[in-house]
Nanobody
C-alpha cells in the first residue's frame, strides 16, 4: 500500500518561499511509469495541478506557475519536494502530494494547509 505524507510549514509570509516535502512509503519514486506531483486547492475553488516529476527525473510544470515553481526529489530518502517562490495570499491552499499513472492520480496524501499571511 502506497502512502504519501506532506510536511512543511503551515504559515508562510508574503514574498517568501513555500517549501513542502512528500515522503513516500510502500513504493519507490523511481519505479518506472509513475509520476509524483503536487496539486493544490484554494479555499472555495477547485483543484489546481502544480507540477510533476516522473520516475526518470523529468519535470513538468503548470504554465501559470512555472516561473515560480521548482520540483525536485531525493531518491535516497524516497521523497520529493516543492518550492514555490514569491508567494502571495492567493497561494493559500490545501496542498496535496500525489502519485500519477496513466494520466490520473491514484494515491493522494492527506493534504496540508498552507496559509500565506503576515
Amino acid at each position: 500500500q502506497v502512502q504519501l505524507r506532506e510536511s512543511g510549514p503551515g504559515l508562510v509570509e508574503p514574498s517568501q518561499t513555500l517549501s513542502l516535502t512528500c515522503t513516500v512509503s510502500g513504493g519507490s519514486i523511481t519505479t518506472s511509469f509513475y509520476a509524483w506531483g503536487w496539486i493544490r486547492q484554494p479555499p472555495g475553488k477547485g483543484l489546481e495541478w502544480i507540477a510533476d516529476i516522473h520516475s526518470d527525473g523529468y519535470t513538468y510544470y503548470s504554465p501559470s506557475l512555472q516561473s515560480r515553481t521548482f520540483i525536485s526529489r531525493d531518491t535516497s530518502k524516497n521523497q520529493f519536494s516543492l518550492q514555490l517562490r514569491s508567494v502571495t495570499p492567493e497561494d493559500t491552499a490545501v496542498y496535496y502530494c500525489v502519485r500519477g499513472v496513466n494520466w490520473s492520480y491514484d494515491y493522494w496524501g492527506q493534504g496540508t494547509q498552507v496559509t500565506v499571511s503576515s
